[in-house]
């Protein structure tokens, strides 16, 4: 190792969303000749990208920087560094700097394009940086970020969110909702499928709603834009609102092939008197009939969702609702949660919040349920041919992987490395989520 480089190594915690502003912190660290490296402490720069959506995350995120006191003790020149969404929280600042007093820089999600210049000016002084922006309704376009998931790529399309679902924190922490120009994000993805990349996918906390937020084009048209660029690519998108979601859009993801026949759509629950507490703004009626609609137009299309159990207020009638409506979509798979209280949002001050073991049994009943569907899809693919997208090689299973379309994850073997190719897989197992095939030339 040479005693001259410098490295830098980012924790991240919670969605895509972060994911891939990681990768644009890694594209300022990369520019100031940092290095990236797997271990903290070997790092010169740590930079901790938070996530607040839920408590578990939030805790997480304390527990790991709490743990480099010693390293930042005997490494008095290493640079820590706490961004995101934790940070943006009201106060949060504060009471992070004066838990940690060891941490050189605290900035929030509106000045992550300054991290740069903190980390410049912190190299001179001693005094920790602490600046957290509030939104201005600008999109900052000047990203150049060091992508880390090849043959992925993550694409920004919006920047946060109008909805105030009265559960989530986003709003407060990501500013209203504001949208990119169309030839930009059009100028990003023929780039980069012109570098090689397989499959894009666009990205925002409602992307349906693209275009309210001062964009020129709406959601579904600046999608049948990107699937006409030339290539040999896939795109996906994330997330769906089920308020937005249109017959038009259905009608361009049935006739564009790059469209993955898989669409993630939050349902959260399927009591109508929950939905309109947590102000959703559908009722289930609503929701069943988009996907009436869509499985019109895309027959085959993999439906998955969100589900949150414990919210306040939820009767053993609600949850049921939930249940039922879980069968009645047959979605493909679906991420559950817990009701998480997050301070600042109108849930939390709701009455009725439900105690913990209820939410639990209810959680276990719903994740039972869930996982029967699940298995259900996965083995109908068995016998079936299925194009993949090779994403690597599983050292643990010693097999490739990759995801179909309908974003199941396939393992299969090769002689040769078959990362950032299509390749058909026939389908010979269905383990839960995920199948397990063969190479074929079908």
Not at 11 to 20: A, P, S
């Given at each position: 190792m040479d005693t001259m480089d410098k490295f830098y190594h980012i924790?991240?915690?919670?969605?895509?969303?972060?994911?891939?502003e990681s990768e644009k912190i890694a594209g300022i660290l990369s520019g100031l000749g940092y290095i990236a490296c797997d271990k903290m402490e070997q790092a010169d720069v740590v930079v901790f990208n938070t996530c607040c959506i839920r408590e578990n995350a939030e805790n997480h995120a304390y527990g790991n920087i709490g743990m480099l006191k010693k390293l930042k003790a005997a490494k008095r020149d290493m640079i820590i560094a706490v961004g995101g969404c934790l940070t943006q929280q009201i106060n949060k600042a504060d009471s992070l700097h004066e838990k940690f007093p060891y941490v050189d820089i605290?900035?929030?999600?509106?000045?992550?394009?300054?991290?740069k210049e903190y980390i410049i000016e912190k190299r001179g002084r001693k005094k920790p940086i602490i600046e957290i922006e509030q939104c201005d309704g600008s999109v900052f376009e000047g990203d150049v970020p060091l992508r880390t998931s090849y043959p992925n790529a993550w694409v920004n399309i919006t920047y946060g969110c109008n909805n105030f679902c009265t559960y989530c924190i986003v709003p407060y922490v990501r500013g209203r909702e504001r949208s990119r120009k169309s030839?930009?994000?059009?100028?990003?993805?023929?780039?980069?499928?012109?570098?090689?990349?397989?499959?894009?996918?666009?990205l925002g906390q409602n992307v349906n709603s693209y275009g309210n937020g001062g964009a020129d084009i709406p959601f579904y048209?600046?999608?049948e834009?990107?699937?006409n660029i030339d290539g040999n690519f896939r795109v996906r998108f994330m997330t769906s609102h089920p308020k937005d979601f249109s017959e038009e859009l259905a009608k361009v993801i049935g006739r564009n092939k790059k469209i993955c026949n898989c669409l993630h759509l939050p349902v959260q629950s399927g009591s109508d008197s929950i939905?309109?507490?947590?102000?959703?703004?559908?009722?289930?009626?609503?929701?069943?009939?988009?996907?009436?609609i869509l499985r019109k137009h895309v027959p085959d299309?993999?439906?998955?969702?969100?589900?949150?159990?414990?919210?306040?207020?939820?009767?053993e009638e609600d949850f049921k609702a939930t249940l039922e409506l879980v069968n009645k979509v047959d979605f493909a798979s679906a991420f559950t949660f817990v009701y998480s209280k997050r301070e600042g949002t109108k849930a939390a001050l709701m009455p009725n919040q439900i105690p913990e073991d209820v939410s639990k049994r209810r959680i276990m009943e719903l994740v039972d349920l869930v996982n029967e569907h699940t298995r259900s899809h996965s083995a109908r693919f068995v016998g079936q041919t299925v194009e993949v997208l090779c994403e690597g090689y599983d050292d643990k299973r010693s097999l490739y992987l990759g995801r179909s379309e309908h974003g199941r994850m396939v393992y299969f073997d090769s002689i040769d490395d078959k990362k950032g190719q299509f390749v058909n897989v026939k389908i010979n197992e269905a383990n839960g989520i995920s199948l397990i095939g063969e190479i074929t030339e079908e």
């Open positions: 924790v991240t915690y919670g969605c895509q969303m972060n994911v891939h605290i900035f929030g999600t509106h000045n992550l394009n300054k991290l030839e930009n994000i059009l100028a990003e993805v023929g780039k980069l499928v012109a570098e090689g990349y397989k499959e894009i996918t666009l048209e600046l999608l834009r990107v699937a939905l309109s507490a947590m102000n959703r703004r559908y009722t289930a009626r609503d929701y069943l009939n988009k996907v009436e299309c993999a439906i998955t969702t969100d589900i949150i159990v414990g919210f306040p207020g939820e009767t």
